[in-house]
């Protein structure tokens, strides 16, 4: 599976972004998609994930806040991001994975990343 993200840039506190992350290959196999996310000098955490069957999961930091969806007719997942903060700089990756109820297990597939970056 190849994943390509996109749809990041530079967005002022409260406002937002949607990142798209389109996949090629073998999209039969996917299971689940996730966002995740790195500032500089942090790890890696997942954002939101999303199943084949529809379930989702979030990071508390982010609940109610971001919507992650999916176009099935182009293979591109969404991270659809309001109300956004400075602590939401970072830069965002997605991938395809597998999820066991609300538990996400990322895989191999990692898209190259897209900068986030909220500030007045």
């Known amino acids: 599976v190849q994943l390509q993200a996109s749809g990041g840039g530079l967005v002022q506190p409260g406002g937002s972004l949607r990142l798209s992350c389109a996949a090629s290959?073998?999209?039969?196999?996917?299971?689940?998609m996730g966002w995740y996310r790195q500032a500089p000098g942090k790890q890696r955490g997942l954002v939101a994930a999303?199943?084949?069957?529809?379930?989702?999961n979030y990071a508390d930091s982010v609940k109610g806040r971001f919507t992650i969806s999916r176009d099935n007719a182009d293979n591109t997942v969404y991270l659809q991001m309001n109300s956004l903060k400075p602590e939401d700089t970072a830069v965002y990756y997605c991938?395809?994975?597998?999820?066991?109820?609300?538990?996400?297990?990322?895989?191999?597939?990692w898209g190259q990343g897209t900068q986030v970056t909220v500030s007045s």
């Open positions: 999303l199943s084949s069957g529809g379930s989702t």
């Open positions: 991938n395809a994975g597998s999820m066991r109820g609300i538990y996400y297990y990322a895989g191999r597939s």
């Open positions: 290959g073998s999209i039969f196999s996917i299971d689940a």
